[in-house]
């Protein structure tokens, strides 16, 4: 079984920034991509970023400057460092890690974290 946990949201003000953490663990033998994804009401889950095991890291372009993507594959943790927090950055945000099941990567999500930018 492999199970992730999101941290590090919360409440902040416009031009604030916060600091997500996603931890994988249970039955982990190959870690692939990682990524965070969001979700508003209402609306669909969207890529916010992601990043591969050498380290490619991918943006949307509505968070371009703005958020960081890294990870620690020593501790199964995905981070998503985000800045410059806007309104529109409201979401409940998501971490989805491809982790090898059998012989196909397979793709796990977290319960999710909400972020809520707002003065």
């Known amino acids: 079984q492999v199970q992730l946990v999101e941290s590090g949201g919360g409440l902040v003000q416009p031009g604030g920034s916060l600091r997500l953490s996603c931890v994988a663990s249970g039955s982990i033998s190959v870690l692939g991509v990682m990524a965070w994804y969001r979700q508003a009401p209402g609306k669909q889950r969207d890529l916010v970023a992601n990043?591969?095991?050498?380290?490619?890291?991918n943006y949307a372009d509505s968070v371009k400057g703005r958020f960081t993507i890294s990870r620690d594959n020593a501790k199964n943790t995905v981070y998503l460092q985000m800045n410059s927090l806007k309104p529109e950055d409201t979401a409940v945000y998501f971490c989805?890690?491809?982790?090898?099941?059998?012989?196909?990567?397979?793709?796990?999500w977290g319960q999710g974290t909400q972020v809520t930018v707002s003065s």
């Open positions: 990043i591969t095991t050498g380290g490619t890291s």
């Open positions: 989805g890690v491809q982790i090898l099941y059998g012989l196909i990567m397979r793709e796990y």
